[in-house]
T-cell receptor, first 113, second 120 residues
Framework: SQKIEQNSEALNIQEGKTATLTCNYT??????LQWYRQDPGRGPVFLLL???NEKEKRKERLKVTFDTTLKQSLFHITASQPADSATYLC????????????WGLGTSLAVNP | NAGVMQNPRHLVRRRGQEARLRCSPM?????VYWYRQLPEEGLKFMVY????????ESGMPKERFSAEFPKEGPSILRIQQVVRGDSAAYFC??????????????????FGEGSWLTVV
């Protein structure tokens, strides 16, 4: 069955450093992969979408890579800030099949001042 | 996730009562999705609706759960005869018609803040 794996351990980093979060998937060939942020007691917030034919995508301090050979996406936050502390979720999807996004459990990131 | 409105934010029900959760999609969105998030678990797809149509309900429990998205008004997720195991956060999300340009793409969905159901 399709499986999404994200770093299960919480990630603690110092302010100003780069945070790197991993999303691995198996038994799946997604056309897209999306990253969301979720704060406690809140709904997920869309951050970035990367397509299978894109190796890398950037948005301000965020960078996402998508390696379809390794079946992996990496999510980077550069110059991290305490406000970046949250849980980050990845969700691969097939074209036209967004309604059944399969979600990873998320990685909790804590940026210490 | 601005724009997708869910209410109530918090709901407490006794076992056996009914819970009704409401969701108004983002303006211009015609697709609504319901997800459930249990403590320490990931988001699980429940149902996908368009106006007056259930497109995919493969994630819905077979009994006690139902969803609708009428021509007028919000989408409703209804849980009858609630049990303790129904306690969870229920998230609604919406998206525009597939293929239309949006902030992300036609495949991006935008979430509400969730409705937290507690069954006592």
């Amino acid at each position: 069955s399709q499986k999404i794996e994200q770093n299960s351990e919480a990630l603690n980093i110092q302010e100003g450093k780069t945070a790197t979060l991993t999303c691995n998937y198996t038994n799946y060939s997604p056309a897209y992969l999306q990253w969301y942020r979720q704060d406690p007691g809140r709904g997920p917030v869309f951050l970035l979408l990367i397509r299978e034919n894109e190796k890398e995508k950037r948005k301000e301090r965020l960078k996402v890579t998508f390696d379809t050979t390794l079946k992996q996406s990496l999510f980077h936050i550069t110059a991290s800030q305490p406000a970046d502390s949250a849980t980050y979720l990845c969700a691969p999807s097939n074209a036209g099949n967004n309604r059944k996004l399969i979600w990873g459990l998320g990685t909790s990131l804590a940026v210490n001042p | 996730n601005a724009g997708v409105m869910q209410n109530p934010r918090h709901l407490v029900r006794r076992r056996g009562q009914e819970a009704r959760l409401r969701c108004s999609p983002m303006k211009g969105h015609s697709h609504v999705y319901w997800y459930r998030q249990l403590p320490e678990e990931g988001l699980k797809f429940m149902v996908y609706l368009q106006k007056e149509n259930i497109i995919d309900e493969s994630g819905m429990p077979k009994e006690r759960f139902s969803a609708e998205f009428p021509k007028e008004g919000p989408s409703i997720l209804r849980i009858q005869q609630v049990v303790r195991g129904d306690s969870a956060a229920y998230f609604c999300a919406s998206s525009p018609i597939l293929g239309q340009v949006s902030r992300g793409s036609g495949n991006t969905i935008y979430f509400g803040e969730g409705s937290w159901l507690t069954v006592v």
